[in-house]
């Protein structure tokens, strides 16, 4: 088992960080498609249908065509899946899905009580495999594809145990950045994935541990306690926490994050957040102001040091609560997929807005910030999430949504 140090989606610094420098877009080619944010939040909304367009554009011309993956071909327009804005899910849609992931809550597990004592269901086959790899997948040149692999191993359980025949869904963050509780996807209606915790009065800020760095102040959110309303109020979280970032700047730790601790899903929904992190102009300024991987992943997950937990932990965060305020247990919150199904979504638009450079652009190590130093990602660095799905995989297989053993596009 890995040694869990306490971290934050935000922090861990390391000596090794490297100066960010902002790049000026060199997309050419990209005519009369936005090259900067708009400030205005409606109007930054009207630049990612753009970039996203066009984007869709480009992948519908080379499905089957990504010359690195060694199962080339093998996606074609017959079977090319789509993946969908949960607000453009029907209630019966969205019902499927959410019927789907009960499912899995209820099949027996696969992790061996050895790796993952208090692995019970197939769903907590997905937690503990993230539990456990937690510092080899954030802040590594990883990041995106391991997540991309996840997440599709995830739709495929759904497929194939649990009989989904529907598409996978993501979350706009900047549609909620005027306030989370009427979201689709938080709203506490039986077509979301669950409602706000119940309110806790007079919390206090969390903190968010920096390092070196001054720590970062996120407010508390209007819950707290556990949800009550929506189809997983009776669901359990199984393990955890692992680094659980609480009101007032404690962290919780237990011994064992991968035991049995069966507790209710806590959510405190906090827009604020979103607001600051992941509304529509930062949306799009990540697309349009990252010309290279590195600075893309490095601006989406927050730079250390700047005070920004980027688009990536602002989603997180602001589910709040338990396990959304843990970086290794975060799986646990069903909105886990539609999070990371958006973060996905935003790689694909920015690597197929230059895929010539984009499309096999690695950028990183294999260790959370390169501490402990270890060797640089490459096409050739196999990943493998454990029991939950598929096997191991190389990376050059992961990086096209349209061929290897992908096959899907965002619509
Ligand atoms: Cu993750």
């Known amino acids: 088992m890995v040694a869990f ?14 100066t960010f420098t902002l790049q000026k877009p060199s997309n050419a080619h990209l005519q009369g498609l936005p090259t900067s944010a708009s400030p205005s939040w409606p109007a930054a909304s009207h630049q990612l249908d753009l970039l996203h367009e066009a984007a869709l554009r480009v992948a519908n011309h080379t499905i089957g065509q990504d010359s690195v993956s060694h199962n080339r071909g093998t996606c074609t327009a017959k079977n090319l899946r789509v993946r969908r804005d949960w607000r453009a899910f029907s209630a019966p849609d969205k019902k499927a899905f959410i019927k789907s992931v009960r499912c899995l809550q209820q099949l027996p597990a696969r992790t ?6 208090g692995a019970r269901t197939r769903y907590d086959d997905f937690l503990a ?19 991309r692999y996840f997440i599709f191993e995830f739709e495929q359980a759904l497929r194939s145990e649990c009989h989904y025949t529907g598409d996978y ?10 306030g989370m509780e009427k979201s689709e996807v938080f709203d506490g209606s039986n077509t979301s994935m669950s409602g706000n915790g119940a309110y806790i009065p007079n919390q206090k800020h969390v903190k968010l541990l920096l390092g070196k760095y001054a720590p970062i102040d996120l407010p508390p959110g209007t819950g707290g306690g556990c949800v009550t309303s929506g189809p997983f109020k009776d669901y359990k979280v199984n393990m955890g926490p692992a680094a659980l970032s609480l009101p007032g700047g404690n962290v919780s730790t237990s011994k064992n994050p991968l035991a049995y601790n069966p507790r209710c899903l806590k959510r405190s929904l906090t827009t604020e957040l979103l607001q600051r ?5 930062s949306t799009v300024r990540l697309i349009t102001e990252n010309d290279n991987v590195w600075n893309f992943e490095m601006a989406m997950q927050g730079i250390p040091g700047s005070g920004s937990i980027g688009v990536h932990g602002g989603g997180h965060y602001s589910m709040g609560g338990d396990p959304g305020r ?6 646990g919150d069903p909105a886990f997929w539609h999070h990371h199904g958006m973060i996905d979504r935003v790689w694909w638009i920015w690597q197929n807005l ?4 984009r499309l096999h652009d690695i950028s990183g190590t294999g260790t959370f910030m390169n501490n402990p130093p270890s060797p640089n990602t ?5 990943i493998d999430i454990g029991h939950a799905n598929g096997g191991p995989i190389a990376m050059r297989e992961l990086m096209s949504t349209t061929d290897g053993p992908f096959c899907y596009v965002y619509i």
């Open 354 to 357: 230059d895929r010539k450079h």
């Open 129 to 147: 495999t993230h539990i456990n790899q937690t510092q080899q997948i954030h802040y590594t040149g990883t990041f995106l594809a391991w997540h």
């Open 378 to 382: 490459t096409l050739d660095t196999v």
């Open 5 to 18: 140090k306490v971290l934050t989606l935000g922090l861990i610094v390391s000596q090794a960080y490297a």
């Open 169 to 178: 869904p993501y979350w706009v963050w900047g549609a909620d950045a005027g």
């Open 277 to 281: 992190y992941a509304n529509y102009t």
């Open 112 to 117: 061996p009580k050895h790796v993952a004592p």
């Open 326 to 331: 843990d970086v290794y247990t975060s799986p």
